[in-house]
């Protein structure tokens, strides 16, 4: 194999190429190395990768066209990881030109390669929970409708789904997406709640929390996602139009002051806590049911969120010295 991993320095990206080095696989990784958060972190996690000889890396912006032609030959690629995406909910309110540059431009760009290549066996894509919108109950099913996106971000990964169904209708490109649910754990992301909750608490300063008593996230750590990827990059799908959706989750909902409180236990200190109303483009909750990835690739999560902070908060400390 010879696999091409988009927003190969991102969280799940940098962790997904260094599980596939490991199991021998050949990696080209891509990145922008975009400022939406700290590049020294993207780089870092790029000196994970750069000792192995069967990984090699180009920065580019794959929403300019032809970027990612000119700098990998469709052809020499059996497998496509697209992770590359602009994240975060909330930065969609105020950027939205972003998402649309980057999630929708850069992905019809990558499908247009996934085109041209003739050797493509699967092109496995990054979707959200946040496609299935602010609603009650659960667990959230792949057969649910999701027709009412609360933030551009999410209408953006809706789009990508509906793109990957008319492509591999089309052209008969195998697909995969993959509903990531609240993903957590060591070389994390700084936007994220737990990671500002843990910074914040060690520097003794004021966290905020927006819908303390009303939000509940189905945090999924990141080792468990990885194995499952590693499986699900293995096994496209077979069905007369090849294209396929699963959730991964936890299926935990857990209330947001658990996660405040597990990450006080991890760091040893109480935070000093303001509460606020719930932000625009949140949605209350999120609960992924699992059984269909379960079926398909024995998606089995392990890691409670008692367990995967501590994990963190060790790493964070390590990382910044602290």
């Not at 891509?30 to 000889?53: G, Q």
């Not at 930065?91 to 939205?96: A, E, G, L, Q, W």
């Not at 719930?278 to 999120?286: A, P, Y």
Request: glycine share 8%; hydrophobic share 40%; aromatic share 12%.
């Amino acid at each position: 194999m010879t696999i091409l991993v988009t927003g190969a320095a991102g969280f799940i990206g940098h962790n997904l190429c260094l599980a596939l080095l490991l199991r021998g696989e050949r990696v080209v990784g891509v990145d922008s190395l975009n400022d939406y958060y700290d590049p020294a972190l993207k780089r870092a996690r790029l000196e994970r990768l750069a000792s192995f000889e069967r990984f090699r890396f180009a920065q580019l912006d794959m929403a300019e066209e032809g970027a990612l032609e000119r700098a990998v030959s469709p052809d020499e690629i059996t497998h496509i990881v697209n992770l590359a995406a602009q994240a975060g909910v909330r930065y969609s309110i105020d950027n939205p030109r972003a998402y649309v540059r980057s999630n929708l431009d850069g992905y019809v760009n990558v499908l247009e390669f996934a085109r041209a290549s003739k050797n493509l066996k699967h092109l496995v894509y990054a979707s959200s929970s946040s496609v299935y919108g602010d609603r009650d109950g659960g667990p959230f099913r792949e057969s649910d409708p999701v027709t009412k996106p609360v933030s551009l971000y999410s209408a953006t990964k809706i789009s990508g789904e509906i793109l990957s169904q008319s492509y591999a209708h089309l052209y008969g490109i195998p697909m995969t997406g993959l509903r990531f649910f609240t993903v957590y754990g060591a070389w994390g992301r700084p936007d994220m709640a737990y990671w500002m909750f843990t910074e914040k608490i060690l520097k003794g300063e004021t966290i905020d929390i927006y819908a303390a008593g009303e939000m509940s996230r189905d945090f999924t750590y990141i080792d468990d996602v990885i194995t499952a990827l590693g499986r699900i990059v293995d096994t496209p799908p077979v069905t007369d139009i090849p294209h396929a959706v699963y959730n991964l989750g936890n299926s935990t909902p857990t209330p947001l002051m658990d996660l405040v409180h597990a990450v006080e236990k991890a760091c040893g200190r109480t935070a000093k806590k303001n509460f606020m109303a719930k932000q625009m483009g949140d949605v209350s909750k999120t609960f992924a049911d699992i059984s269909k990835a379960q079926a398909a690739f024995n998606y089995t999560p392990k890691t409670t969120i008692e367990q995967g902070i501590p994990v963190f908060v060790d790493w964070y400390r390590d990382f910044y010295n602290i």
